[in-house]
């Protein structure tokens, strides 16, 4: 008997002491970290929204942790302790299958895009594999009041009536748009909170498939670019930044996201109008004659002169456009302009 | 000395059990083997469809089916329904017989039996229904649910601590040193996976790093080993090679296993010592890794020619190298240089299947086929367990070989700044092809089913051919 109690209680007693300091004193002494700057806890209704993220095993594909790593940089400033006081239950995830969502409010700031890719990722983004949850979603013969039905593509809209997000998915939106790092005080000012893929982290692979032989893509080089322009860069810029809203084709989504194809701010001599909207965003664009409820979120701190000249070149170069390019230095022309 | 005694007398303890006795632990026996066996079948059958909707996301689609809520009750009726209750029916089996006494209680293990069942099932349906405590990993049940599993657990430590203090020597068998504590460890970490009080926000994270490491190597690990230090002779007729080898990898498994948890968590915003600990300690566990690999390759020194009859000795083979492969590559895994590469990629998954599957799995199945039809008197047919084998190695084989290398592009995509959606993109023919190695998986699983009803309700036959141990023992 004294055998069995000092090899089954010893034994024990160590795992228990050893559980002790290494997991129980660490969530002790870590959960009492205090909310750094700028971190809020949630509404009831983005609580609501963690709920259903959290229900539906989101953080099996998507972190909400950013590593000071390079590669992490477009997903946001890395990471600090103060940013999870309120994450209970922690969701930082262990696979990142689809994309980091620290950011994503930032990134993807349109209640409009957010719903569409609810709805069915594919609609906006070809090559995705996250599950469609369309069962959040409603049909109905008219939209009640005050709501706004999602405006989807012609595949994916139902045959009859019109699509509503039900509580859940609007619950859930408001959490994903409630989703942002605040910037730390000691943070560099340019580009903090706000990610994007730049050519310093050397975006210069095409995405195969699908987005990457859209039709009515140029041969790079069609039209002449400035000195110091790559075109082929420009293309990856476009595809990480700007193709999950206006599309690889360039033609938007009728009714949600404008076509940049044949668009006459594209295609006018005087590329000022452009790249505002690059540089500083829009909210409201009226675009042929149609307005535009979704914000565009502002490129200016997160991306460079030139990697804006090799975007706003591409687009006025592809898909039948013939703008004139601009260059590097038109764009800090642009950009002294506006501040 | 005494304390040698076991190593000679393991192959032959087991006269003083009576033929009630022993028909009593044949059905426990059975009974949990048949319901962990149900589990099995379940939970990869979960596996292939999560595994088809990699490539084809609009299939199977709604609430119920979605990818989230089957990707928590795959793993956790892997490891609660299918390995713990496989596990858990071996030790009894294996303490019974290594210390030649009767279960403590055959109704404790009856009751343990429904709880762990009612846990797994309660559990299945509350994630389906997006009841999930916070995608917690291994942790997902709801708490109740968590708390049912823990008496399961309770019951089964206070029947096998019973059983062990019923033995017929001075001596504990060291099988019985992993299956008690394994079996007392889990209840010491589940329920530090419950208490709340400690699990707010980055607090939670340390806990989560913890929990999740544990729930592998203070469990399934020693319940693993403690079966293979009895299977492992009994199938060779053999002591195993060295009994003080395997008391240190015992003592350093304890001290180093419950430390590395936070590897999990390179470069996140937990304290970098808790980090930078958890590395050195993955290096640590090398040593009750090898130390206990090689006791088990030293005890087969010499008889690699019965590999080729004995299929039980063969699952334990493929489980030995799962072992040592697995955990040395957990151990560089966790270097902070190659985690960059890795870390937050499919290839973690590889890993994870690596180890719970070709170590954990493959070792239940070699004591399976070896300890069972000892049990019944019955045993399964050739062409059932070759079925089983094979699709099994070469399946896992596939699985693991193309979410490595599907893993690495994923990482290596990120380090070259490549738009997100191209990680995505060029997965995609690996993801496939882990479809294909994951569908001979699940097809062994079922021949493996079909040689469980063999064994427990087949034909009852004198020895069994491909078993070398019954021969001995008729000898012994």
Redesign the interface.
Known sequence: ?N??VA??GG??L???G??LV???L????????PPGPGVEPLTPLQAEGRDVY????????H?Q?V?????DK?FGR????G?????????????????DLTNVAVREPSTVWQYIHLY???AV?P?????????MFRVVDQAPEGTTPVPLPKAYAPARGVVVPDHRAEALIAYLLSLKQPTLPDAEGNGAGTPA?SST?????????G?GTAPGAPAAGSAPAPDGVDLAKGK?LF??NCAACHQANGEGLPGAFPSLRGNDEVNEADPSEQLHAVLKGLQGARVGGVVYSSPMPPFGSALSDADIANIVDYERSAWGNHGVPVTPARVAAERAKDK | MDRFLPEMSVTARHSSQSGDEQRVQASVFVAYTAAATLWLLFATAVGVLLAYKFGAPDFAPGEWLTFGRLRPIHTNATFFGWASLALVGLGYYVAARSCGAPLYSARLAWVGLILFNVAAVAGTVALDLGYNAGSLEYREWPWPIRLIFLAALVVTAWNLIGTVARRDTEDIYLSNWYIVGGVLWASIFSLVGILPWYQYGLGQVAVSGYFMHNAVGMWFTPLTLGMLYYALPKVLSRPIYSYALGVFAFWTNLVFYPIIGSHHFLFSPLPWWLQTIAIVFSVAMLVPVWGGSTNFLLTMRGRLRDLAHSYPLMFIFVGVIGYVVGSTQGTFEAFRSLQEVWHLTNFTVGHSHLTMYGFVNFAIWGGVYALLPLATGRAPGHLGLSLHFWMAVVGSFIYVISLSIGGTIQGLDWMHGAPFIQSVVDIQSYWVWRGVGGVLMFLSHVAFAWNVWRMCFGPSAQAAPSAVAPAEEAAA
């Open positions: 008997m055998k069995l090899i089954a034994s024990s160590v795992y228990a050893l559980a290494m997991g129980v660490p969530g002790i002494e870590l959960s009492r970290t959290v229900a539906n095993g989101c953080s099996y594909c972190t942790q590593r000071p790593l390079p590669q477009i890395p990471s600090a302790p940013d999870f006081a309120y994450q209970t239950p922690e969701l930082l995830g262990s696979e990142r299958t689809g994309p069915n990722p594919r983004v090559e995705s594999i996250m599950p469609a949850f369309d069962w893929i982290s050397s975006a210069t692979a095409s995405v195969a498939g987005a990856a595809t990480a």
